[in-house]
T-cell receptor, first 113, second 112 residues
Framework: DAGVTQSPTHLIKTRGQQVTLRCSPK?????VSWYQQALGQGPQFIFQ???????QRGNFPDRFSGHQFPNYSSELNVNALLLGDSALYLC????????????FGSGTRLTVV | SQQGEEDPQALSIQEGENATMNCSYK?????LQWYRQNSGRGLVHLIL?????REKHSGRLRVTLDTSKKSSSLLITASRAADTASYFC????????????FGSGTRLLVRP
């Protein structure tokens, strides 16, 4: 039973560029959440997608946007990258039948230079 | 901003010893979860304790929750070198919020 799959594993982008990160949820899960984890900090909630809509959003600017597809996979897009966007981006999936049963992926390490 | 704060920030123990980490939070919660993270990679779910529970066990893990003090502790007994990792508590609020709010973590080093 595959867990949460994130791609790519590592990414280096230049300031001002745009990036897309991808997440495939665990089999049987229909909800995807995204978190940003800066070095030495705990993860911070970006947003959650359910039924292809953004259900809740954390305190992140509009440069951060997302999408959920009919197969429940999700993308996180960040525009106009800043140096401060360098972080580990974690995707977590869960089921609407077990709201608190999160499974996290291994993350995408984004470096903005 | 982080809801939780973990204490200590870093902990170094000898293999075989017990490790205790503490977590404090600010708002009413539905549940509190503990996660492990190895070398800045993905989070592994360890245990979930609901707000109406006071203690929970899973293998070598023991978690307590004191909602009156808004605090939780994670005890790892008979630690092993493989337990070396960062440990985070995360709270799910009582309201309709869907997000987990993480603490800043405890870095545990278990020396062989």
């Amino acid at each position: 039973d595959a867990g949460v799959t994130q791609s790519p594993t590592h990414l280096i982008k230049t300031r001002g560029q745009q990036v897309t990160l991808r997440c495939s949820p665990k089999s049987g899960h229909d909800t995807v959440s995204w978190y940003q984890q800066a070095l030495g900090q705990g993860p911070q909630f970006i947003f959650q997608y359910y039924e292809e809509e953004e259900r809740q959003r954390g305190n992140f600017p509009d440069r951060f946007s997302g999408h959920q597809f009919p197969n429940y996979s999700s993308e996180l897009n960040v525009n106009a990258l800043l140096l401060g966007d360098s972080a580990l981006y974690l995707c977590a999936s869960s089921s609407s039948r077990d709201r608190y049963g999160y499974t996290f992926g291994s993350g995408t390490r984004l470096t903005v230079v | 901003s982080q809801q939780g704060e973990e204490d200590p920030q870093a902990l170094s123990i000898q293999e075989g010893e017990n490790a205790t980490m503490n977590c404090s939070y600010k708002t009413s919660i539905n549940n509190l979860q503990w996660y492990r993270q190895n070398s800045g990679r993905g989070l592994v779910h360890l245990i979930l304790i609901r707000s109406n529970e006071r203690e929970k066990h899973s293998g070598r893990l023991r978690v307590t929750l004191d909602t009156s003090k808004k605090s939780s502790s994670l005890l790892i007994t008979a630690s092993r070198a493989a337990d070396t990792a960062s440990y985070f508590c995360a709270t799910a609020r009582m309201d309709s919020s869907y997000k987990l709010i993480f603490g800043s973590g405890t870095r545990l080093l278990v020396r062989p």
